[in-house]
């Protein structure tokens, strides 16, 4: 059962997805320059990666812990109950693959609008 906290955390948490996510493909044009030196998508593909996959993961990791710490604390004051792991494993694998597709989409989109950059006049 979702409870309405839960649910208004996976929503603040995809809204800072999109968010970053916005802001990476905003900034595509100024990668432009870097095609004068190497065009290959595997690049972009790293830049991606640090850019959203880095930050995402470690995050969900940090997350997943304080989680499982808070979570410790409160059954212990009740004396019951044990922390999800399972649930916590699903999370963590839920956000990996959502950075992992957000790389791989943002990387390849910013090869593509690169190899359209041209100087231009200052």
């Not at 850019?51 to 997943?64: E, F, K, R, T, Y």
């Not at 989680?67 to 004051?77: D, K, P």
């Amino acid at each position: 059962m979702l409870s309405f906290g839960a649910a208004g955390v996976t929503i603040l948490a995809l809204a800072g997805i999109l968010a970053a996510t916005g802001i990476f493909l905003s900034q595509i044009r100024s990668l432009g320059v870097l095609t004068t030196y190497d065009a290959r998508t595997r690049l972009y593909l790293g830049i991606a990666a640090w850019n959203l996959a880095l930050p995402l993961i470690v995050s969900a990791v940090i997350g997943a812990l304080v989680a499982a710490f808070l979570g410790t604390l409160a059954l212990q004051i009740r004396r019951t109950g044990e922390v999800s792991v399972p649930v916590l494993s699903a999370a963590l694998l839920g956000i990996a693959a959502i950075a992992i597709a957000l790389t791989l989409l943002c990387g390849t989109t910013a090869a593509r609008a690169v190899r359209t950059w041209h100087p231009s006049k200052d």
